[in-house]
């Protein structure tokens, strides 16, 4: 028995990508499997750990738990749209360098692109807050104290 098919049309990074997929699809899943857009990471598939942090019309969202379908007419912006058309990495990649505030790299996608959204909505005014935004973005190599740093770092720029 085949499965059916349904037409998505997803706009990423300021693309449009016409899709036939299940509608079972998760964002995370289109964007990886189908777009071979692999900046967005597999952590726990549950949405408990924000490796597949991405914005959808400017709202960190959690690509896991979100259907392709769903995100069909909405801007959806990944860790690969965030440099410039000339390279220079975003202020949160760049801080995110400066303040040594990743080791093993698999959390970082997802740590920025919620970082970003801490700082686009105000969440800055104290370490606690930063920290309180970001809980829901887990760090195997417990580099939080250098995340924390970054964002206020960024947040102080704006």
Same mark, same amino acid.
């Not at 686009?120 to 580099?143: P, V």
């Given at each position: ?13 300021? #693309?449009? #990508? ?55 007419? #909405? ?41 970003? /959204? ?23 190599? /417990? ?9 206020? #770092?960024?947040?102080? /720029?704006?």
């Amino acid at each position: 028995m085949s499965v059916q098919t349904i037409p998505v049309t997803l706009e990423v990074n300021g #693309h449009n #990508h016409s899709l036939h997929l299940d509608p079972r699809t998760t964002l995370l899943d289109a964007l990886r499997e189908h777009l071979g857009m692999t900046g967005t990471k597999v952590g726990c598939n549950h949405g408990t750990c924000g490796a597949c942090t991405v914005h959808i019309d400017g709202h960190a969202r959690l690509a896991c738990l979100t259907l392709a379908a769903a995100a069909t007419g #909405h801007s959806i912006l990944t860790i690969e749209g965030l440099a410039a058309a000339d390279g220079t990495p975003h202020p949160m990649q760049a801080a995110f360098v400066a303040y040594d505030a990743l080791q093993c790299g698999y959390c970082t996608p997802g740590q920025i692109m919620s970082a970003i /959204a801490c700082v686009a909505e105000g969440h800055t005014r104290t370490d606690d807050e930063i920290r309180d935004y970001m809980s829901g973005n887990l760090c195997r190599c /417990a580099a939080y104290p250098n995340i924390v740093a970054a964002v206020r #770092h960024v947040a102080g /720029a704006v």
